[in-house]
């Protein structure tokens, strides 16, 4: 009887492990209408050119598309100006599996009535369009160029054209990006959306690409278990007939004097009891900023997202959120799926994270960005770059995901997090995943 172990099925495996990947986003373009300030094309230090995915290009990732379960066809610009798009979906959805599904998010200012018949009958599954607000004058601040009568139209184009083909793939959507200016605006948003036919609706929080915009912010950079600590010994503060927001850390300097007011000693030890309770759960508790805002921009925004998730209940759209605040255990979605990100002259990367340069603001320290490319599609097979041994690291240190969080440890920024060439955290691992955004829940995309 042979003492060889069974090879474990590739299909079996995680969708990080397999042999070959699962999930494509692939930036056919990086030309764009639009000059939208939120973009990372707009961000400082970007070092993004404007250009096209050949054909060729295109054809070299035709092998991985028969194990496909998704193809995105965008990445920095905008799909529609792509004079193949249509090309490239009726190839990938002849190879492609019967349910796998095929998207790309779009600004919708192209889309007359000849692009929506000819997408509703391509084998397109879903299309998102961006509406970031009801109301006129805040649309067209958020997506420079673009005014609220051009998404209404897209949408009726959209509607006719379903209507004519009835058994079309395709579902549309909505992206939004959540800020300040815009929050209040949600709930509307999605009334509006539903009125017109959307299907499912996305929501993002938004990123700092510059210290002016850190003010837009709707979420606050505590992780939900700190604010749940806080919470907690907050509540548990009031019930003894205290106000935690009372404390002053000047007060620490006075601890052993004298005479010192027994409800000031008996906070103290309250908070001293929160912070040990943070240190035991291993959460950084940035005391400063929550008694400065307590939790309520946290739980203001839950609400709001609470209500969202009934009225889209209610409308029958299908709703994704963000958190609300950074997640705690974090995870990289785009690995776990199992996904590849090529750009438009082929190079491959491992998410939308390390996609492109670019310069953002985590917390109150900005971060300069660095591409990470593992091979390109057209000196390399794809198959061939997915499995080398340095993608294939990569991927299975994200899956366990082991890494310092970053945005919130008291000593941050650290000389390793701001070195230009990012080499290790001070784990000691070589991915600069401590600090990504998109793994603590905050960004999401079509994926």
């Not at 921009?297 to 709703?319: C, H, I, R, T, Y």
């Amino acid at each position: 009887m042979s003492s060889q172990p069974s090879l474990q099925p590739t299909d079996a495996l995680p969708a990080p492990l397999r042999d070959y990947p699962s999930k494509l986003f692939v930036e056919i373009t990086t030309f764009c209408n639009l000059r939208c300030p939120m973009c990372v094309k707009q961000s400082a230090d970007s070092n993004i050119i404007d250009g096209d995915m050949t054909e060729e290009t295109f054809s070299a990732l035709e092998p991985a598309f028969p194990r496909l379960e998704a193809l995105l066809l965008n990445g920095i610009g905008e799909a529609l100006m792509h004079p193949h798009l249509l090309d490239f979906i009726h190839r990938a959805r002849r190879a492609m599996p019967e349910k796998s599904w095929i998207g790309f998010q779009s600004n919708g200012l192209l889309l007359d009535e000849r692009w929506a018949r000819d997408l509703v009958a391509s084998g397109l599954d879903r299309l998102c369009l961006s509406v970031d607000g009801v109301k006129p004058d805040t649309f067209s601040k958020v997506r420079e160029g673009e005014d609220l009568d051009d998404m209404e139209q897209a949408f009726a184009f959209l509607a006719a054209a379903r209507k004519r083909q009835p058994d079309t793939r395709l579902k549309v959507g909505v992206e939004f990006v959540l800020m300040e200016e815009n929050k209040q605006q949600l709930l509307d948003t999605l009334r509006w959306v539903a009125a017109r036919g959307a299907d499912f609706m996305l929501v993002t929080q938004a990123s700092a690409y510059d210290n002016s915009a850190m003010e837009q912010l709707a979420y606050d950079n505590s992780t939900d278990e700190a604010v749940k600590i806080f919470t907690y010994w907050r509540d548990k503060i009031a019930d003894m007939g205290l106000d935690v927001r009372d404390y002053n850390s000047r007060w620490e300097m006075g601890r052993f004097l004298p005479g010192l007011d027994p409800k000031l000693a008996r906070m103290m030890e309250l908070v001293d009891q929160m912070r040990a309770d943070a240190r035991k759960k291993d959460v950084f508790l940035d005391l400063p900023r929550l008694l400065e805002r307590g939790a309520d921009k946290a739980e203001q925004l839950q609400a709001l997202f609470d209500e969202a998730e009934l009225l889209a209940k209610d409308l029958g759209v299908e709703l994704s959120l963000p958190a609300a605040v950074p997640r705690f255990e974090r995870k990289c979605d785009f690995v776990e799926d199992g996904g590849a990100f090529i750009s438009w002259d082929g190079a491959v990367h491992p998410c939308y994270f390390l996609w492109h340069q670019f310069r953002c603001f985590i917390n109150d320290w900005d971060r300069l960005i660095k591409p990470k490319i593992f091979g390109n599609v057209n000196q390399r097979p794809l198959l061939d770059i997915w499995n080398d041994v340095t993608f294939r690291s990569f991927r299975e240190n994200v899956h366990a995901f082991d890494y310092p969080y970053c945005s919130n440890c008291g000593v941050a920024p650290c000389d390793l997090l701001q070195e230009e060439d990012f080499e290790f955290d001070c784990y000691t691992h070589p991915e600069p995943c401590g600090a990504c955004q998109w793994a603590m829940g905050l960004f999401q995309c079509l994926h």
